[in-house]
């Protein structure tokens, strides 16, 4: 069985910073792409970046040149650097990893970490 926790979230003033992580484990044969993605009150769940296994990014316009996505393979784990952080960027974030478990894929969502910008 596979699981994907989020940490990191929580509450800063408009301005600062926060660091999510995203570990993914159990019985693992391969990760492919590792994702980020945030859902407001009353929004749908949007993409806010993704990494390959290659290390190739993508970013939503409305965070590029303040948000970094990366990764540790080794970790398995999954991290998003969150800089100049607006209240827009209010919302519950969710982590998002494609993958293989031996003999068949995998598409997990984490439970969702809150993350609060206030103005």
């Known amino acids: 069985q596979v699981q994907v926790v989020e940490s990191g979230g929580g509450l800063v003033q408009a301005g600062g910073s926060l660091r999510l992580s995203c570990a993914a484990s159990?019985?693992?044969?391969?990760?492919?792409?590792m994702g980020w993605y945030r859902q407001a009150p009353g929004n749908q769940r949007e993409l806010v970046a993704t990494i390959t296994s290659g290390s190739s990014t993508n970013y939503a316009d409305s965070v590029k040149g303040r948000f970094t996505i990366s990764r540790d393979n080794a970790k398995r784990t999954a991290y998003l650097q969150m800089n100049s952080l607006k209240p827009e960027d209010t919302a519950v974030y969710y982590c998002?990893?494609?993958?293989?478990?031996?003999?068949?894929?995998?598409?997990?969502w984490g439970q969702g970490t809150q993350v609060t910008v206030s103005s």
């Open positions: 998002n990893v494609l993958g293989r478990n031996y003999f068949k894929s995998f598409n997990l």
């Open positions: 159990g019985s693992i044969t391969s990760i492919n792409t």
